[in-house]
């Protein structure tokens, strides 16, 4: 399963009054030092060198993730991108060197958004026997049953015949799952000795959800989705059942502070 972020800007230690010292007259009009100007344009407003980076990024990601659910995978160029987010393709070439790293760099993003947003709610959920039908219930809500998650069906369409999308979308997915593997354990645990594994049926949801997402378009209204999701949730938790007391956030992956 799945990704995501880009660029996090480190912010400057304040620059005050007791950096400064008295200087004659002469000295005083001298032109003020390359780090002077920088402190003063960021304290006047101006983004850092990381922030724009981080902006540009995300204006390209998401021109990305519109093009991917809208036009599908094979009409999204790059071109249809740079167009799309408003930017010049030198731009693009400088954060990402081709379509496939911004493929992937979407993909991750999106992964990564979903698995902040489920787990900022399940801390929200003060009842732990609510957790498992809010975790079903929120999966849906706020990923599979996106539109950006059909930008993420797009690609999986696409892999089948891009060897090296497919290449790139097996490393992600192997990466996802040992993501939120961890999440998983902190959550839950088995319910009895011979109980499925919470790790099992989380992948057989997400097995289940993304087809649920890939056949909307044919089935129409003839599958009652919500009537579905209440069946899952019961035997989720005739298997599985929510930690106590755990009112803490999962470990962050630690090669998210990396990227």
Request: aromatic content about 6%.
């Amino acid at each position: 399963m799945p990704l995501p972020d880009a660029v996090r800007p480190a912010l400057d230690q304040p620059f005050t009054h007791r950096h400064l010292t008295m200087a004659s007259p002469a000295k005083a009009r001298k032109a003020p030092s390359k780090v002077s100007r920088t402190v003063t344009q960021n304290k006047g407003g101006r983004r850092t060198q990381s922030e724009r980076t981080s902006a540009m990024r995300s204006r390209l990601i998401k021109a990305t993730l519109s093009s991917l659910s809208e036009e599908g995978y094979s009409a999204t160029t790059v071109s249809s991108i740079v167009r799309r987010a408003g930017v010049t393709r030198g731009a693009q070439l400088h954060h990402f060197p081709n379509k496939n790293s911004l493929i992937l760099e979407t993909a991750e993003h999106l992964m990564r958004r979903a698995y902040r947003v489920l787990g900022d709610m399940l801390l929200e959920i003060a009842e732990d026997e609510d957790r498992l039908v809010a975790i079903v219930d929120g999966a849906w809500e706020e990923m599979y049953g996106t539109r950006q998650f059909g930008a993420y069906l797009e690609l999986m369409v696409a892999a089948r015949h891009d060897p090296e999308l497919a290449q790139n979308m097996q490393k992600l997915s192997v990466s996802t799952l040992r993501t939120v593997e961890g999440a998983i354990a902190h959550y839950f645990q088995p319910r009895g000795s011979k109980s499925e594994s919470p790790h099992d049926l989380f992948v057989m949801m997400h097995c289940l959800m993304s087809g649920w997402a890939a056949s909307r378009a044919t089935t129409g209204g003839t599958i009652d989705l919500r009537n579905q999701m209440e069946v899952w949730a019961r035997l989720m938790a005739s298997q599985i059942k929510a930690r106590r007391g755990v009112r803490s956030s999962p470990p962050k992956p630690p090669d998210w502070d990396a990227r």
